[in-house]
C-alpha cells in the first residue's frame, strides 16, 4: 500500500444482544473508538457499518451490513477495513477465508485497533487461524453454557419464555428467577372446555369451531391440534413432571394421543352419515341408523328405523333422505336455536316469578293454619280461605337446564355456518353434535330438533 495515499476506510462494528446485556457493550462506545483512531491515523472513513444483536456465529446473510460492507468493496470504494478486535469481524473460520477471498480480490486490508496481526508472514497466519479456533471454540461453548442453563432453569421449574410462547391457558408470572409458568386464571375455564368437548366428541375440528363460536376466538386447525398434542398441559416440561400445574392427567393425554392418531380411520365409516346417532324414531322412539338410499337415478345418504325394517315391531317405514334434512337445518338452524335459547329464558324468568308467588301463597295458607289451630276462625271460614289460596297455588313448569346447555348458550353466528359448507362429513357430523341433542320427524313430516 502507498504510505502517501490517504487511505479510505470502512468502519465496522458488532454487538451481540448476549454482550449488550451480559457486558454492557455498545455500538456507540466502539464507533467513537474507531473515528477516534482513524482521525488519529488521518484515514479517510467512507462509511460506518454495525451489525446490532448479531451474534458472530450468524449467518453471513443475516449480517446485512457486512454485506452493504463488502458491496462497496467490490465497487472499490474501499482501501481498508477498521474494527477493534478480530472476533467482531469472525469467529467462523470457513465464513473467514471466504470474506478474506474477496478482500483479497479487491487488494483490500483490514486492521485492528486493540489486537496485533501480521498476516503477511507464515506465523502470522498461523497464530490468526489459532486466534479464529479458540474464538470459534469459545462461541460453541457459549451455545452449550446457553443449554446448560436452560436446562438448570427448566429443573427449577422456572420459565424460559415469555407469555407469548406459551399455549392457550398458561402465562409466564413473575421476574427474574422467580419466573414461573401458571395457568391464566382468565382462560382457564376454556381449556378446560377444550379437553372435555374433545373427551366428548373426539373431534379436532368439532371443538375448534366449538371454542370459536362460543368464546369468539380465531383459532385455527394446527393450533388446537397442537394444544393435544402439547405435554405441558399435564404438567410435564421436558421430562420435568411437576413443571406447572396440569389440566390434564398423562393418562388422559395419552388417551388424547391415541384418538388423534387413530380414531379419524377408525371412526371413518361412521361418520360418513352426518347426523349418525342424532336421529330417533317418533313412532318408537329408537336410534335411526345410516343407510345408502338407491334409485335408478339416484343414490343418497338416508335413515330409517332397523325395527320397522327387520324386526316389523315398528310402522315407520318411511327413510329420511339425508340432503332434505341437511338443506332445512342450513335454512333454519339460526331461526330454531336462537328460539330455543330465548324460549328457556322466558320459562326461567316465568319459573322464578311462579316460586316467587307460590312462596308467599305458602305463607299465607301457614298463617290461616294457625289462626284456625287458635280457634280464631271458623270450620267453615277456614275451608274456604284455604281453597282460594290452593287454587292460586301454579304449576312450576319443569325444565330441567343441562350444564352444557348453559355452556352453548352464547351466541351461535352467521359464520358458523359459513365454515361449515366447508367441512367434511365427519366434521360437520360433529358440529351437529355440539347442539342437537336429536333430531325426529313427526307423521306430517316435519322435522322437529331437539338442543341440547
Ligand atoms: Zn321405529
Redesign the pocket.
Known sequence: MDNNKILTVAIYVRVSTEEQMKHGYSIQAQKESLIKYCKEKKYKVYDIYADEGKSARSKLKQRTEMCRLLEDVKDKKINRIVFIKLDRWFRNIADYYKVQEILDKYHVDWETTQEDYNTTTSSGRLNLNIRLSIAQDEADRTADRIRFTFDNMIKNKRAIQGSHCMPLGYIVEGVGKEKHVVKDKEKEHIVKDMFEHFANYNSIRGTLLYLNNKYQLHLCYDSVRHYFKNELYTGKYKNIIDYCEPYITYDEFLENQKRINCNVKVNAERYDYIFSGLMR?N????KLSGFTHKSKTYKNHAYR?N??YNSKS?T?ISPIIESNLEKYLINNFLLLYNKHVSEETIIEKENTKKRISNEQINKKLDRLTDLYVDGRITREKYNTEYDKYKSMLVEEKQVEIKPIKKKIKSLVNAKALDIYNQLDNKSKHAFWLTYIDYIERDEHKNYIVHFK
Open positions: 324414531c313412532k318408537c322412539g329408537y328405523c325395527r320397522a315398528c315407520n
